[in-house]
């Protein structure tokens, strides 16, 4: 896709696919580095588990001790491999054009690691808590992307609705718990609103789903025996960082403000 085309696509619909994003290897990098952080944990709890496969490391692990799985998961955004995919020349070159800026503020990139014994699928929301109003997100899978195993589904053109509020909008898409599947599908079934219909595209590993914070979206649940891969960076725009202006303000805009007035 050429910059002009890639760029109105983006604003036009508020996302854009592209295809082999990011490549084999890169992936193998990604799973070779978390399979070291699984090894180093299960080591310290039990050095005869023996198993090559990634799935069943990190489900023992979660099984064994759930405590040093989180550790071993809270670490996992800090591995280089992660880390420069997210600053690479490939991601920042569509950031920048999408943003319109020379500069952008790429967070901590994460792996979602998700399957039916640790469900993280979450009901649609659009984007907050981040450091600007206007943020690239990045949703690359590492696996295949299937009707059994889920994935993201998303609302097109909603950016163009601005910050939506709604029963308990001001709470994180965890906090807002099962109760907001409700909330948002009765939502979208006002007139004015109906006609956001929900698109689950088909993905490819290294495929990537490149939308703006505004964009509704959600990921559906895990029904497959493996865990489903993602791979996740956002990139922030330099324009609509309140933290820049506002003595007074945090890092990430908290869930409560009014988004549309930065
Ligand atoms: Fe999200």
Request: hydrophobic share 30%.
């Amino acid at each position: 896709m050429n910059k002009k085309k890639l760029y109105n696509s983006f604003w036009k619909n508020g996302y854009v696919i592209i295809k082999n994003l990011i490549s084999k290897e890169e992936i193998s990098r990604i799973y070779s580095q978390i399979n070291d952080l699984l090894d180093i944990s299960l080591d310290k709890k039990n050095g005869t588990f023996t198993s090559k496969s990634l799935d069943k490391k990190y489900l023992y692990l979660k099984e064994k001790s759930p405590k040093l799985k989180s550790h071993m998961y809270d670490l996992t955004k800090y591995c280089d491999s992660l880390i420069k995919i997210a600053g690479s020349q490939k991601l920042l070159k569509i950031s920048k054009l999408l943003l319109e800026s020379k500069t952008v503020f790429v967070d901590t990139p994460q792996v979602r690691i998700d399957h039916p014994k640790e469900r993280l699928n979450l009901p649609q929301h659009q984007e907050l808590n981040q450091i600007s109003k206007d943020v690239i997100t990045f949703w690359i899978p590492l696996v295949n992307i299937s009707k059994k195993n889920g994935g993201i589904y998303f609302r097109p053109k909603t950016h163009e609705l601005g910050h939506v509020k709604y029963k308990n909008s001001h709470l994180s898409a965890m906090q807002g718990g099962k109760k907001r599947a409700k909330i948002i599908n009765q939502l979208f079934k006002r007139k004015e609103y109906r006609k956001y219909k929900n698109l689950a595209p088909n993905l490819k590993a290294g495929d990537a789903v490149i939308f703006h914070s505004f964009i509704f979206h959600g990921t559906n649940p895990n029904l497959s025996k493996n865990i489903r891969w993602i791979y996740i960076s956002r990139h922030n725009s330099i324009n609509s960082a309140p933290y820049l202006k506002d003595e007074t303000t945090t890092l990430r805009i908290p869930y409560d403000k009014d988004y549309n007035l930065f």
